[in-house]
């Protein structure tokens, strides 16, 4: 779950990137959230994730009271949230198997545990047949199913995609949205927060349209797309 409730962001150089911003997603939702350039789109994904803090109003990510969220819980905070980052941020010089690995060995999960989930994770995005291969091998398409699959590894209950489709093809584009969709009729919450319009057509979810730091749309379908 994650509610803003008037959440207004300031940055020093005197920016205002959200003003009395408020919404919920309720955990299973699949949201996208668009608007141009400077609309408050990544201010909203670093709330999310503690990586930035607000001015004013409430943000809550499932059991996390953001404002007085202590230093010391911020990674638990993050362990529910997986991001899949529009440049993937894969390690080169590790194989698709580590990579995915890699991010339950920083949790530290057992040997045992991930010797049994990432073969798991890896067929869910259609990347079994890859596990050896490294970074530099694979095509856009399947350096971003890997982002993916490092994302959901430690099972979050939100996934954030930031640009997911923004360097890859159209065709793959629409693979990797109905990825997202598999993992969300599994019960992970969903938000999108993407340019390409005519895929959120497409998928015809609720969209979230900020405008200038503003809330200017919400509601399931096209709306003023």
Do not use: W
Request: no cysteine.
């Amino acid at each position: 779950m994650v509610l803003f409730n008037n959440v207004t962001k300031t940055y020093a150089n005197g920016t205002k990137a959200l003003e009395d911003v408020s919404f919920r997603i309720d955990q299973g939702e699949f949201v996208f959230i668009i608007g141009a350039s400077g609309a408050g789109k990544t201010t909203i994904t670093k709330l999310i994730t503690r990586q930035e803090a607000f001015d004013s109003g409430e943000v809550v990510v499932n059991k996390y009271r953001l404002k007085t969220l202590r230093n010391s819980q911020i990674p638990y905070l993050r362990r529910t949230v997986g991001v899949v980052f529009q440049d993937f941020r894969l390690i080169d010089n590790k194989t698709v198997y580590e990579n995915v690995a890699f991010a339950m060995r920083i949790v530290n999960a057992p040997a045992k545990e991930i010797r049994a989930r990432v073969p798991h994770v890896l067929s869910l995005v259609g990347l079994t047949h890859k596990a050896k291969a490294y970074p530099t091998q694979l095509s856009g398409g399947e350096q971003q199913r890997v982002a993916i699959a490092r994302a959901i590894i430690n099972s979050p209950s939100i996934l954030i995609a930031d640009e997911p489709t923004g360097n890859v093809d159209p065709n793959m584009s629409r693979e990797i949205m109905d990825l997202f969709q598999a993992i969300n009729d599994r019960g992970t919450t969903i938000i999108v927060v993407t340019h390409e319009l005519s895929l959120v057509k497409r998928m015809n979810k609720r969209v979230i349209q900020l405008d200038g730091g503003k809330l200017l749309y919400d509601k399931v379908g096209g709306g003023l797309l």
